[in-house]
């Protein structure tokens, strides 16, 4: 029946348009200027404008302003099906994870989905300095966090952090005082599709491990301010505490497309 009827309605369209004495009302200059309304976005693309909200303009929000709860709480309401965010996740399995760039934030943070070959994990790291929010998409992973190597296994530290700074981590001991020093493990959770958690420089260092040895797992980063992205960022030896600076510039894809 819906071909039936659209043959109909071009068959009449043809019709009219063929119809040299039939009256036209003058076309609106105004309504011809309006142009084609935009489409609704869809959930992940309302997250993605509901992040950049929060965060504000690129002359807005410093991140020492970043309301954390707030960022947590978006990305909990996320809701919509995979499919809206799955042209961002591109996989490979020669890779322990990839990082795809969905957004950049207005220049103040970086947007990303990593996808988790099964089985692997990250190296431990650092943030840079900067705040990040994690939300599982698929599957299951899990986050071991690490004291710095100036912590004991006692919880103590010499380190001089700053309590004003959300994010920071000074080290104050000379590194050949820290050398060798097994990172000490503080905890270990396996969060699961849905969930949301925070990780800055301030509470540790981390790796997030997909443990699944079958299944792909998804989440969503959010880094702000994005630091890594332009200075990098440092990956630790859990057995010596040695840390190495390595370059984060480089994505796997940008914005739903593979880079070469």
């Not at 099906?81 to 970086?110: C, H, I, M």
Request: glycine share 6%.
């Amino acid at each position: 029946m819906a071909a039936k009827k659209t043959t109909i309605n071009t068959l009449l369209s043809s019709d009219m348009s063929n119809d040299t004495t039939a009256h036209h009302s003058p076309t609106s200059l105004h309504d011809s200027a309006r142009g084609s309304p935009e489409p609704p976005l869809d959930s992940f693309h309302t997250l993605v404008q509901a992040i950049n909200k929060i965060l504000g303009p690129c002359n807005g929000i410093d991140s020492a302003g970043v309301d954390v709860e707030e960022l947590k709480s978006a990305m909990r309401a996320f809701d919509g099906p995979d499919e809206e965010w799955q042209k961002y996740a591109f996989q490979d399995y020669s890779r322990p994870y990839t990082r795809n760039l969905v957004d950049r934030g207005n220049g103040k943070s970086n947007l990303l989905i990593l996808v988790w070959t099964p089985g692997k994990a990250s190296p431990i790291h650092d943030h840079a300095n900067a705040h990040c929010v994690m939300r599982i998409l698929k599957g299951s992973l899990t986050e071991t966090i690490y004291g710095w190597p100036c912590e004991g296994a006692d919880g103590l530290t010499d380190c001089a952090t700053s309590p004003t700074h959300p994010t920071g981590h000074t080290c104050s001991a000379e590194p050949e005082q820290l050398e060798p020093h097994a990172l000490c493990v503080k905890r270990s959770t396996c969060y699961e599709r849905g969930q949301v958690t925070y990780m800055s420089d301030r509470l540790g260092l981390h790796r997030i491990q997909n443990a699944n040895t079958e299944e792909v797992a998804v989440s969503l980063h959010l880094y702000t301010p994005p630091n890594a992205a332009r200075h990098g960022c440092h990956i630790f030896d859990q057995r010596t505490g040695k840390k190495s600076k390595v370059q984060q510039c480089h994505f796997y894809s940008e914005l739903g497309v593979k880079m070469e």
